[in-house]
């Protein structure tokens, strides 16, 4: 066997990458040693630099560098609508669509109790203050259209109709059981204009 | 949209692993990011040090961190044997099966015309320097059992004959504990010319 400290100690730490098996693992830090050593070094400034720098948006939650987002500080947004999302990946799927100019307020997560997630974890005091703050108009709920997203979805349109608010929910038009991410961005467009 | 430099540039840099497209880079940013910081810092760490401390052996070409691996130094190993293997984890293989006690050729890699890889890059000439050094009797050819590796066994067994020597190889056969039926002819063909 070979002396493997800081390969084992590598091999390890790739292993908590989500997704990563011993093999698989094994296969990345071969790479890397044997053939890409610069993309090891990237790799290890840039998790680094954003370990450091990378915070949540005091308004949205969205990850940023800054107290607020560039998204949250845009003046040509339209202050009236603010969209819900679980992540900033579905956050950049609706951007993408280029259907949508309004806010956002990012969850970071879904409801999901058997993992421990609820709503103080994802925000929802903050979600129902923001919504009754007297800018807001429309909330658009976005989450993902699994149960989890839909149970999400469920959860807080409640606590905004005890408000007094009727959200509204991106149409069906997003197939049911798959995750926005993965969505082609003309079904999202659609969803976005079809919208109840 | 977030403001995503230093996201941008980790989801960037996580692309540079293998196997790990923008989807999957996105998931391992975010799960890192928003839920396993020390995941990330652990691992960044790990990345230099690695890259920074470990070489090869200058024997058997192994990863190390010191100039000649705890292997090739172990007076316990039988010197006459040297078992050649394409990666470190192959290697560990065949550590763990117990069954082996001499030394090791790490090639680091196998013979891939199409990636430009030649005898040059796996070190061939000092492969069949040290097979001729008086002190090794046998050479077991333990790549791989696919077209590459076996193409990789052919060269080097070549080289051998020219000079003189016999390699052998591991033999082909029906896995342990597998029942004929589901073994693929090829297998079945091959184990009865191995036949013992
Ligand atoms: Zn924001
Ligand atoms: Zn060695």
């Known amino acids: 066997m070979s002396d493997t400290n800081a390969l084992d100690t590598l091999i390890q730490a790739l292993r908590g990458l989500p997704g990563v098996g011993v093999k698989s693992a094994q296969r990345m830090a071969f790479h890397l040693l044997q053939h890409d050593r610069p993309a090891a070094q990237f790799l290890s400034?840039?998790?680094?630099?954003?370990?450091?720098?990378?915070?949540?948006?005091?308004?949205?939650?969205?990850?940023?560098q800054d107290a607020v987002c560039s998204t949250?500080?845009?003046e040509r947004r339209d202050r009236s609508?603010?969209?819900?999302?679980?992540?900033?990946?579905?956050?950049?799927?609706?951007?993408?669509?280029?259907?949508?100019k309004g806010l956002y307020f990012v969850l970071m997560g879904k409801l999901s109790p058997l993992d421990g997630v609820g709503p103080n974890d994802l925000g929802f005091k903050k979600l129902f203050d923001r919504a009754c703050d007297g800018v807001v108009q429309e909330v658009i709920l976005a989450t993902n259209f699994t149960a989890e997203g839909e149970a999400t979805a469920y959860v807080i349109a409640e606590g905004l109709k005890a408000r007094g608010l009727r959200p509204t929910r991106l149409a069906r038009g997003v197939p049911v059981g798959s995750e926005l991410e993965y969505v082609d961005l003309g079904t999202i467009a659609h969803a976005l204009v079809d919208r109840r």
Chains 1, 2 share one sequence.
């Open 45 to 64: 400034r840039a998790l680094q630099q954003a370990a450091d720098t990378v915070h949540h948006c005091e308004r949205c939650h969205t990850f940023t």
């Open 72 to 74: 949250c500080l845009d």
């Open 81 to 100: 609508q603010l969209c819900v999302v679980e992540t900033p990946a579905d956050q950049s799927a609706m951007e993408r669509t280029g259907a949508y």
